[in-house]
């Protein structure tokens, strides 16, 4: 015979919860809070969770824990309903016509953000990035949606215990700590950030959270005489003084003592700041006049000082952080701030109330770093990208540099140049050609250090590198110039693929008509022409199965008079001539067309060439005698016929390639002088020489030449081999 369930009195009355809302907020609508509590109650009404309590007892302590933070009604209410949609079959028609339209919408954005998990096969990792793009969406529409989600996570944290699978536990332990924990330190959350990370930790790493537990209470209980004796001492030091403040000594949380621990590489024994002493007083002034008390009285620890009053960080922490030798001389950590920017550094967004006045949170100052994450949304071609991209803004600790009029912007330990112009603005970023630091101008890769001022140098003409994506470092950043190199890259694939469908139905005497390109796109079940366009240019559809499919769905079919019509001759006409990025031009290659060449040969204007497709990069020249050439013998599809264009060779073009020479030389004291005097007559310049092997007699080395074309490099070599100390020379 099946048991009941045991009775579990719940925490709060109705008019419990009501009364502590109305604590902060007159204006409160108790018989609303009441009315959404009876509602989200009987919903539950026979749901338990694995503790075995009644699952009400859930949406009540998230909405006990909004309470604490100061959220408003409307959240409260959020809080009470945000699992009756998704768990007990009731619509956000009803929830709307019950408690109005605001607390429908935030129940929906709470609700669809319910099933984020980090998983590390690859289809569940695009579930969980693409569920982080919807919450970034939804907190950018009403931040409350991720304040009553924060509350909604600190509670299964608390309570992740009674889940009896391990991996579960881990798995969600890991989502908050990458995830959520670093959110709530982003809207200045202090308090909600350590109670995440705490029963994160806890769950992630057991072992090493038990083991400091005991040695943080072994050492409290030793240190409490030595705690209160500091305390004393500040405040017989600030009494005497004249200050109303407070003063508290508290142990630092587990999970930052093992992050000092690991990045230290220190034991526990050997931390010198496991608690830290905060003095609170009234004003901003009197934390500047306390700090030069204190530094006046106890010897200041070098490099430890930080003034967060001056410069917040981004999420508005504002705070005087210092070291000094205590009255036991032991190092002691002291925060410096007021009541207000105390309450601000434990609440963050949650002390204030403008995330309720009406202002889109993404035009705020104060939340700059959400515009960020919006911007890094825009620019991020897939989900998974977008939350790699976005942990890396929000893992880094960060510097503060300046504009040149003054306006602070906050970046990550490391940040170049490129990475401040994308913090000032998308189209900064963009056009970026140089920088000055301090007024020097500075290489774009140098990275900055705190309070530097940061002028940018930009071109309407200019473009990114794809060199950038090498050194830049903030998500920001990164997924701007990835995007731009991954545009630039379609464009290019899809004018080749374009050139090679015209190519394949030239070969098959067919007209590339909208209507015969249309069936190669259905065939293929692609979504239009330019995808089809795109396939082709990259070698994931190649010209033997463009033939084949023109031949067996379209050879047989007659030409309409429409297809007539249509068809022109530039349908199929291919264009012969190329310009590279070096200006010249190639025959047989199409325009836009991404061209490298093979480094294994070197190719030079007036020698024979061939073209190689390579699959997702466009084309690779190669020497005619190119030894390499061998691997691609069964493969002729992706062979093009190409060759210099008569006029390039004839004026030996305006850029220059670099060819490598093999040199075996006698050992004399004229060798060097007599090899490089050729080479410069001959206007051509050595980039790099490499000595392979040395004996009394004799020197063999590599010598990399830049020329302009192949005629110019036979001359050099044939100038370089009548030298009576030269024995041999040959292209390596």
Same mark, same amino acid.
């Given at each position: 015979m099946a048991t009941e369930k045991p009775e579990h009195p719940l925490p709060l009355t109705p008019r419990d919860l009501a009364r502590l809302v109305k604590a902060y907020d007159p204006y409160c609508d108790e018989q609303l809070v009441v009315k959404a509590y009876n509602f989200a109650q009987q919903a539950h009404h026979g749901q338990f969770r694995a503790s075995g309590e009644p699952f009400f007892t859930h949406p009540l302590a998230v909405a006990e824990i909004a309470t604490t933070l100061k959220l408003d009604q409307t959240s409260i209410v959020t809080a009470l309903l945000h699992d009756v949609v998704e768990d007990c079959n009731i619509s956000l028609q009803e929830i709307e016509q019950e408690f109005g339209a605001e607390v429908a919408k935030l129940v929906d954005g709470v609700t669809k953000l319910s099933n984020i998990k980090i998983k590390r096969d690859q289809t569940a990792a695009l579930a969980q990035a693409e569920n982080f793009r919807k919450l970034v969406l939804a907190t950018s529409q009403d931040l409350r949606v991720l304040l009553v989600k924060l509350c909604d996570r600190m509670h299964n944290m608390r309570t992740l215990g009674f889940l009896p699978k391990e991996h579960k536990r881990k798995k969600i332990s890991l989502e908050t700590k990458e995830i959520f924990a670093p959110l709530a330190e982003r809207l200045g959350m202090q308090r909600v950030h350590d109670d995440l990370m705490l029963h994160a930790f806890k769950n992630l790493h057991p072992d090493a959270y038990d083991a400091i537990e005991r040695r943080k209470k072994l050492l409290f209980e030793k240190k409490e005489d030595t705690v209160g004796t500091?305390? %004393?001492?500040?405040?017989?030091?600030?009494?005497?003084?004249?200050?109303?403040?407070?003063?508290?000594?508290?142990?630092?949380?587990?999970?930052?003592?093992?992050?000092?621990?690991?990045?230290?590489?220190?034991?526990? $024994?050997? /931390?010198?700041?496991?608690?830290?002493?905060?003095?609170?007083?009234?004003?901003?002034?009197?934390?500047?006049?306390? /700090?030069?008390?204190?530094?006046?009285?106890?010897?200041?620890?070098?490099? @430890?000082?930080?003034?967060?009053?001056?410069?917040?960080?981004?999420?508005?922490?504002?705070?005087?952080?210092? %070291?000094?030798?205590?009255?036991?001389?032991?190092?002691?950590?002291?925060?410096?701030?007021?009541?207000?920017?105390? @309450?601000?550094?434990?609440?963050?967004?949650?002390?204030?109330?403008?995330?309720?006045?009406?202002?889109?949170?993404?035009?705020?100052?104060?939340?700059?770093? /959400?515009?960020?994450?919006?911007?890094? /949304?825009?620019?991020? =071609? #897939?989900?998974?990208?977008?939350?790699?991209?976005?942990?890396?803004?929000?893992?880094?600790?960060?510097?503060?540099?300046? =504009?040149?009029?003054?306006?602070?912007?906050?970046?990550?330990?490391?940040? #170049?140049? &490129?990475?401040?112009?994308?913090?000032?603005? =998308?189209? &900064?970023?963009?056009?970026? &050609?140089?920088?000055?630091?301090?007024?020097?101008?500075?290489?774009?890769?140098?990275?900055?250090?705190?309070?530097?001022?940061?002028?940018?140098?930009?071109?309407?003409?200019?473009?990114? %590198?794809?060199?950038?994506?090498?050194?830049?470092?903030?998500?920001?950043?990164?997924?701007?110039?990835?995007?731009?190199?991954?545009?630039?890259?379609?464009?290019?694939?899809?004018?080749?693929? @374009?050139?090679?469908?015209?190519?394949?139905?030239?070969?098959?005497?067919?007209?590339?008509?909208?209507?015969?390109?249309? &069936?190669?796109?259905?065939?293929?079940?692609?979504?239009?022409? $330019?995808?089809?366009?795109?396939?082709?240019?990259m070698g994931r559809i190649t010209p033997p199965q463009l033939a084949s499919v023109i031949q067996t769905h379209i050879g047989d079919k007659k030409e309409t008079k429409e297809e007539k019509a249509t068809a022109s001759p530039e349908d199929f006409k291919l264009k012969q001539v190329t310009k590279t990025d070096g200006g010249l031009s190639i025959q047989g290659l199409v325009p836009g067309l991404a061209i490298h060449y093979a480094k294994c040969c070197h190719p030079l204007p007036g020698e024979r060439i061939v073209g190689i497709i390579v699959t997702g990069k466009g084309v690779r020249i190669h020497t005619f005698d190119c030894p390499n050439l061998q691997q691609f013998s069964a493969s002729p599809d992706r062979w093009i016929d190409v060759q210099w264009s008569d006029d390039v060779i004839a004026k030996k073009g305006e850029a220059f390639f670099i060819s490598r020479l093999k040199l075996l030389m006698e050992n004399t004291k004229a060798m060097f002088a007599s090899i490089t005097g050729v080479i410069a007559a001959e206007n051509a310049n050595i980039s790099n020489l490499k000595i392979i092997r040395r004996t009394e007699s004799f020197f063999e080395m590599l010598v990399d030449v830049e020329v302009k074309s192949y005629v110019q490099l036979s001359q050099i070599m044939a100038i370089l081999r009548s030298l009576e100390h030269v024995i041999s020379i040959e292209r390596a």
């Open positions: 500091v305390v %004393s001492a500040l405040n017989d030091l600030l009494g005497k003084a004249g200050y109303k403040s407070q003063v508290t000594g508290r142990e630092k949380s587990t999970p930052s003592i093992w992050k000092k621990m690991k990045n230290k590489n220190l034991p526990f $024994e050997q /931390l010198s700041d496991i608690i830290a002493f905060r003095i609170l007083v009234e004003t901003t002034p009197q934390c500047y006049q306390v /700090l030069g008390l204190i530094h006046s009285t106890f010897p200041v620890v070098p490099g @430890r000082f930080k003034d967060y009053i001056s410069t917040p960080k981004p999420n508005n922490y504002q705070s005087l952080h210092t %070291s000094v030798i205590g009255p036991n001389k032991n190092t002691i950590e002291i925060q410096i701030r007021t009541y207000e920017m105390h @309450r601000t550094a434990e609440m963050g967004i949650a002390a204030h109330w403008e995330y309720k006045q009406g202002r889109g949170v993404a035009d705020q100052k104060t939340f700059r770093w /959400l515009r960020e994450l919006l911007d890094i /949304l825009d620019h991020s =071609t #897939t989900p998974e990208e977008f939350l790699e991209h976005t942990k890396l803004e929000m893992y880094q600790d960060q510097v503060f540099c300046f =504009t040149p009029k003054g306006e602070i912007i906050a970046l990550p330990h490391g940040a #170049t140049p &490129v990475d401040f112009a994308y913090a000032v603005h =998308t189209d &900064v970023g963009n056009r970026c &050609v140089g920088a000055k630091i301090n007024g020097r101008i500075v290489p774009l890769r140098v990275a900055i250090s705190n309070g530097d001022q940061i002028e940018i140098i930009t071109s309407k003409n200019h473009s990114p %590198s794809p060199a950038w994506e090498r050194f830049v470092i903030t998500g920001k950043a990164k997924a701007c110039v990835k995007k731009y190199i991954a545009e630039k890259q379609r464009t290019q694939y899809t004018e080749l693929g @374009r050139n090679l469908i015209q190519m394949a139905f030239k070969g098959a005497k067919l007209p590339a008509s909208e209507a015969n390109v249309k &069936v190669l796109t259905e065939h293929f079940h692609l979504k239009d022409q $330019e995808e089809l366009q795109a396939r082709v240019g």
